[in-house]
Structure formats: structure tokens, C-alpha cells
């Protein structure tokens, strides 16, 4: 077959071109109100500056991510670009390939790639490329034959046996001070800005950046403790813990998002995040997928309400 290559849709090509002209609207609107009010200090141009800048920034990411997404499919394999991942991979090497959700997953016996394709025409794709990949890896059992399965299988084992495993998740101190650092120097900017008589809709807006980045840095303190027998979950206002035994339901929201733990009517939700530090970041999923398959519990995807911390609901406190 001759190589048939695939680009992001015209659909996300128009949302990408509303979000950059939204963005340098909102931008002109703050320059207008500068103007209109005769105002012009340090303080007003200082956060236009900063502004502008997180604007180009923002819009130029945006723009790198679609003319930089691209996929090929040919005879021998697939290959392409999705934002910064660069992949290619042969049919012949795939032993497991499935499609769901808008995500590509393809795995060899040294690799495994998943592909966003929410920009491109997954469907297409993967009826294009089914033909080509050996029949075996499109089996729904075909994982339970690669060794990365069954070298999962037997970490499972290990992590629960072990009764003393221990496992703690948290923010990086470079992360909180950055957080913090960023939050107070808003925060003396809008101040400052009050002094010298910003504008009331400069203040309204980098107000309320400031109190996100307070309240971000505030929360960048939670702690995440796993063992076998309870998980809990440790922030500025106060500890929850649930029971593995007593979770019937999981509810998680995407490849290593947030977890809701269901208990009857108690509610415990866990924060997924790739800031997480330390080596556990990564076991920490095992050990939740571990106690997943032990105890036979029942688990959903959702990306509802349900995942907000505000919805914790009748969990046992200290």
C-alpha cells in the first residue's frame, strides 16, 4: 500500500484558531482598559507584560502541538508525531494493539506506545491499520501472554504479601516553594496595584490568579499513604483513610488520574498527578491495580464531578 499520512482535523485546526484569537482578544481588552483610564505605571504595564507573555507562550504551544502532529502509516510499520513524542514501530514487533477512549496503545516486547488521537481521525486509523498488525495482538487476551504481564502479575504478588510495604506520595519542595513564590509575588503585585490606583478590572483579574496560586501552593502540602491494608490521605484540613477490605468501588479518571474510592455512601477521592515525588510515584499505581485484582473490585472510568476533593463524603477522620 502506498504510505497514507494523517494530520489533525479541520474541526481542532478551527477550535486551536478560537482559542489563540479568544486569548489575544482578552489580552487587547486589558490594553483598552489601560488606555481608557489615562492609567500608565510600572505596576499596570508589569502585568501586562507577564501576561502577554503567558499569552504567546500559551498560543504558541498550542500551534506547536497541531503542525507538529502527525502520523504515516505503511507497509512496514507506523510512524509519526504527537506534539513532543515521537514514535515508530513495525507491525511485525507489535504484540498486543487495541483502540479505545481515543487512545492508541500499541506494545512490542520493549516498548509500548500509547497515542492520543483525539486530534487526528482515531477511528480511521485503526480500522486502516488493523489489517496490518499480526491477528494475534489484536486478541482481547493477548496481554496475558507478554512478560511485562506476567512480571506484573508477580509484583502484585509481592506488594501484596508484604504487609509492612509502606508507600508515601508527595509534592516536591522545589514545586511548593515555587508555588508559594509565584502566589505572594501576585499577591504584592495586586496590592501594590491598589496603591497606585490599577484599574478595578486588572485587580479582579490578577486577584484572582493570586488566590489560585495560594490556595495550589496551600494544597501542594497533601501526602498520599498506601500499605496493603488502607489508603490515606493527608492535607491541611484534616486526614481521611478507607480500608482496602472496605472499597467495593473504584472510579478513576484517565492513565493516571485522580481515584475515587467507594465505600457505601463514603467517598474517598485521591489526587492523580505527575508532580507526585519519589520512587513510589509509579508503584503506587500498581499497588491500587494490585488491590483492584485481588479483591475482585468493580472499577470505572468517569470524568464527572465525582472526581473534585470537595465531594469526600462520610470518610473516617484523624
Not at 108 to 134: C, E, F, K, V, Y
Not at 279 to 295: E, F, G, P
Amino acid at each position: 500500500m502506498r504510505p497514507r499520512t494523517f494530520r489533525p482535523t479541520l474541526k481542532h485546526y478551527l477550535i486551536a484558531s478560537g482559542e489563540v484569537t479568544a486569548l489575544g482578544l482578552l489580552w487587547s481588552v486589558m490594553l483598552f482598559l489601560s488606555r481608557i483610564n489615562n492609567t500608565s505605571n510600572l505596576i499596570m504595564n508589569l502585568c501586562l507584560g507577564i501576561f502577554g507573555v503567558l499569552l504567546l507562550f500559551a498560543a504558541a504551544s498550542t500551534v506547536y502541538d497541531l503542525t507538529r502532529t502527525w502520523l504515516t502509516i505503511e507497509d512496514t510499520g507506523l510512524k509519526g508525531q504527537i506534539g513532543w513524542l515521537k514514535f515508530s514501530v513495525a507491525w511485525t514487533d507489535i504484540r498486543i494493539a487495541s483502540y479505545a477512549d481515543h487512545q492508541l496503545k500499541l506494545t512490542t516486547m520493549n516498548s509500548s506506545h500509547t497515542l492520543p488521537m483525539r486530534q487526528l481521525d482515531g477511528a480511521t486509523i485503526w480500522q486502516t491499520i488493523q489489517p496490518l498488525i499480526p491477528r494475534q495482538a489484536l486478541s482481547p487476551t493477548a496481554y496475558q501472554e507478554h512478560p511485562a504481564h506476567q512480571a506484573l502479575i508477580a509484583f502484585r504478588q509481592q506488594v501484596l504479601a508484604d504487609e509492612n510495604q509502606f508507600m508515601r506520595l508527595r509534592y516536591p519542595v522545589g514545586w511548593q516553594v515555587f508555588m508559594w513564590t509565584l502566589g505572594l509575588t501576585l499577591t504584592a503585585l495586586v496590592i501594590y496595584g491598589l496603591i497606585e490606583g490599577v484599574p478595578l478590572a486588572f485587580t479582579l483579574i490578577f486577584g484572582f490568579w493570586a488566590i489560585m496560586l495560594l490556595v495550589g501552593a496551600f494544597l501542594s502540602t497533601t501526602q498520599v499513604e498506601l500499605t496493603p491494608k488502607q489508603i490515606t490521605l493527608q492535607n491541611p484540613f484534616r486526614t481521611q483513610s478507607m480500608l482496602w477490605a472496605e472499597v467495593d468501588t473504584i472510579k478513576a479518571r484517565g492513565q493516571g488520574g485522580d481515584w475515587v474510592l467507594y465505600k457505601g455512601k463514603q467517598r474517598l477521592h485521591i489526587p492523580g498527578s505527575l508532580l507526585w515525588f519519589g520512587q513510589n510515584r509509579q508503584r503506587v499505581t500498581v499497588l491500587m491495580d494490585a488491590q483492584i485484582w485481588a479483591q475482585n473490585m468493580h472499577t470505572h472510568r468517569s470524568n464527572t464531578i465525582e472526581m473534585i476533593y470537595i465531594r469526600n463524603k462520610n470518610v473516617s477522620k484523624s
